[in-house]
């Protein structure tokens, strides 16, 4: 246990439903990340959130919406998916202060979309 | 573009010592060496990090050349739990707003301890 949750584990959606990927951490950190892990390929990163703003979205698709109410929650809103969007999505939080960026990871959810 | 050169692949015997080599020739003085590992299907683990010195925590050891070009991470006495993907990252001081503390990872060094 790394003190990130990720709900669900496993998730399968149809290319037009809406569905959204939820991150909690309890670890009293400030920055929160979405990581998308396609098969055969390394991870990438999505969004980073630092202080409940967003510092940056690396290119990535309008139908992937990410939202970070608090400190401690981070959510990735799905709509209008594609097959090619099936991945690991890996959520990971750190603290924003030196010697304390050590980012751990949740252990993600498993996306298949059809 | 991940900064670090490892071997893709690697096989170390149940209880002998792993010692896994990563590159990092391009590396700067305010960044970070940093080993996560990833367990199939499973999100990464934090191992282990420094930045001049070698480390030593409960899981491993980091050995970093003077130069800091180069880095080992160790197992000191492998299991067959121990068998992973190895990410060796460099990476600079998360400042707000900016992506020097971001995690850029490449494709790893898959680890097999074999019994």
């Known amino acids: 246990e790394t003190g990130v949750t990720q709900t669900p584990r496993h998730l399968v959606m149809g290319m037009t439903n809406k569905k959204s990927l939820k991150c909690e951490q309890h670890l009293g950190h400030n920055a929160m990340y979405w990581y998308k892990q396609s098969a055969k390929k390394p991870l990438e990163l999505m969004f980073v959130?630092?202080?409940?703003?967003?510092?940056e979205n690396n290119s990535v698709p309008s139908r992937f919406s990410p939202e970070c109410p608090n400190s401690s929650h981070l959510f990735l809103h799905l709509h209008t998916l594609q097959p090619e969007d099936s991945a690991l999505y890996l959520c990971?939080?750190?603290?924003?202060?030196?010697?304390?960026?050590?980012?751990?990871f949740g252990p993600g959810t498993r996306l298949l979309v059809l | 573009d991940a900064k670090t050169t490892q071997p893709p692949s690697m096989d170390c015997a149940e209880g002998r010592a792993a010692n896994l080599p990563c590159n990092h020739s391009?590396?700067?003085?305010?960044?970070?060496v940093y080993w996560y590992r990833q367990i199939h299907s499973q999100g990464p683990q934090y191992i282990i990090h420094g930045l001049k010195n070698n480390e030593t925590n409960e899981m491993a050891s980091l050995i970093i050349t003077e130069d800091r070009k180069s880095s080992t991470l160790i197992l000191p006495h492998a299991t067959l739990r121990d068998t992973a993907v190895y990410y060796c990252?460099?990476?600079?001081?998360?400042?707000?707003?900016?992506?020097?503390?971001?995690?850029?990872f490449g494709k790893g060094t898959k680890l097999s301890v074999k019994p």
């Open positions: 990252i460099v990476r600079g001081y998360m400042n707000y707003g900016g992506s020097q503390g971001n995690l850029i």
């Open positions: 959130y630092n202080f409940k703003e967003q510092t």
């Open positions: 391009t590396i700067s003085g305010n960044e970070y």
């Open positions: 990971a939080s750190s603290q924003d202060r030196p010697g304390r960026e050590t980012q751990y």
